[in-house]
């Protein structure tokens, strides 16, 4: 049952719940009750609302510290003030302990380092234990510092981050400067295992301001860069401008095992490329420079490449390796597929844009990718294109969890807020959860134009999500809501297995 009223209030609250226990419907499992309201919601359950100090917020990252659990934002542009210190911040990163998920605690905000500086998007978490080389006393933070810096942290004490290093500064790229401007960085990947950092970044002259920029962290106080990569007509030699389909750059690095999957073009003109890793880290040992970014040492690491219509992208490719496909256990050599879920970002606002969707592409095959199913979450009823800004999805959880890995995506929803979709069997992945945040007073207005008049909405935009090992649901707001945590109940608990 969807209901799409984003508030409800007094007698309304009362007959939603009366229809849903005439219907045979229980509470638990069709509407998630908070203090005050009671929330869209199926099979999910409000555990804890956070403001976050009415911070735009892009990437949540929860991280074991023994026994407690310590959730890391990064936020988007903007200020707000810090009640911690009771100064006006540029907005950075919030740290929280959500060892009690009911009672979330921010521990601190660290704000960006440098005058005008503002934003720290993207945060990645390491103990020094996992390191090769790190210490092993130490738990270490990396993150973007605005579009200009990557920074190294020492977060051992969650309340007390230190300050230890700057990895590395963007370049500046030779494009002609936009409304993005000329230097970015974006989603980043630390593997804690080889300490390898997999960047999003401006690497200098390169004629896009977003590619993959590679460093050895191993030793995470001397970091040492390894190459930048790109697609073709990124390099800075490459002749002519560059098309227009590959202007929006990387968007996301996902490493695994011996391969790289990166996803260009986060919404539309989207592109695939799978790596070998190895290959990528050690370059052609054939050539005069294996790093330097000729069309050869380019192409010498990809093993498949595959490119979206011009209405679809690739936000996040995450891999769903060794997938039982339970329908085809009669046939021994095929009954476990490889599998990519691929994500295309939602643009526009009020459905003015072609509608983005998220993909199963299988890579059992992996020179040959082929999509082979695709799901969403449909407007109606819940009248999610009237809304105002976004509809459709963002991205996905980036942690893996054995019981969410063949079973369960959980994915952000812009105004739809949090919808969890049924993967085990991949041909036909069916929606069974979600949550839908309520506006709050922090909740900016979105304005948007339709048929030549401005509308403008104070709508939820849930902007990411992620899970822990407990299997809590974490999801973050752009809009400036803040953190909603968020528990599975009914069928979906079921389905992944939890106590």
Not at 324 to 330: A, E, L, R
Request: with cysteine; charged share 20%; glycine share 8%.
């Amino acid at each position: 049952m969807v209901v799409s009223n984003l508030l409800f209030k007094g007698g309304l609250c009362a007959c939603a719940a009366m229809l849903l226990v005439c219907c045979g419907a229980s509470l638990e499992e069709e509407v998630a009750s908070a203090p005050e309201a009671v929330q869209e919601a199926s099979n999910m359950r409000l555990v804890s609302h956070h403001d976050l100090q009415g911070r735009s917020a892009y990437q949540p990252v929860v991280h074991t510290y023994g026994g407690r659990r310590i959730l890391f934002v990064g936020h988007h542009i903007g200020q707000s003030m810090n009640s911690l210190t009771g100064n006006v911040e540029q907005n950075g990163t919030s740290i929280l302990d959500v060892t009690d998920p009911s009672a979330p605690q921010l521990l601190r905000h660290v704000p960006p380092n440098g005058e005008g500086i503002s934003a720290a998007q993207h945060v990645q978490i390491c103990d020094g234990a996992a390191l090769p080389n790190g210490d092993p006393a130490k738990i270490y933070m990396v993150r973007t510092n605005g579009l200009v810096s990557y920074e190294l942290y020492d977060v051992t004490d969650p309340a007390m981050p230190e300050f230890l290093l700057i990895i590395d500064e963007t370049g500046t790229s030779s494009r002609p400067e936009s409304s993005r401007g000329n230097r970015e960085t974006h989603k980043i990947q630390w593997e804690c295992e080889s300490g390898i950092g997999y960047f999003n970044g401006t690497p200098e002259g390169w004629q896009v301001t977003r590619a993959l920029q590679a460093y050895d962290l191993s030793t995470p106080e001397e970091p040492r860069h390894i190459r930048d990569f790109g697609l073709l007509g990124y390099q800075p030699d490459s002749e002519g401008p560059v098309p227009e389909y590959l202007v929006s750059g990387l968007h996301q690095p996902f490493a695994l095992g011996n391969r790289i999957y990166l996803g260009y073009g986060s919404g539309n003109d989207g592109t695939l490329q799978i790596l070998d890793r190895d290959m990528f880290l050690n370059g052609d040992p054939e050539a005069a420079d294996p790093f330097a970014p000729t069309v050869e040492n380019l192409l010498y690491p990809e093993i498949a490449r595959l490119d979206m219509p011009s209405y679809w992208g690739v936000h996040t490719a995450k891999p769903l390796l060794d997938f039982p496909v339970s329908d085809y256990q009669d046939d021994e050599a095929h009954s476990s597929r490889d599998f990519l879920m691929v994500v295309s970002e939602a643009q526009g606002a009020r459905c003015d844009s072609a509608r983005d969707i998220t993909f199963m592409v299988d890579i059992t095959e992996e020179d040959k990718p082929f999509p082979v199913s695709s799901f969403q979450t449909p407007a109606e009823p819940g009248g999610f294109c009237q809304r105002g800004s976004r509809f459709g999805p963002h991205s996905m959880q980036d942690e893996f969890h054995p019981g969410f890995d063949h079973t369960l995506a959980i994915m952000s929803y812009f105004n739809a807020g949090i919808r969890a979709f049924d993967i085990r069997d991949p041909f036909d992945p069916v929606e069974v959860a979600h949550f839908v945040p309520e506006a709050t007073p922090n909740t900016i207005e979105t304005c948007s134009e339709v048929d030549g008049a401005e509308q403008c909405a104070h709508v939820i935009q849930t902007n990411n999500v992620n899970i822990d090992d407990r299997g809590y649901i974490y999801a973050v707001d752009r809009s400036n809501t803040g953190l909603h945590i968020v528990e599975l109940t009914g069928t979906a608990r079921t389905i992944v297995g939890l106590n």
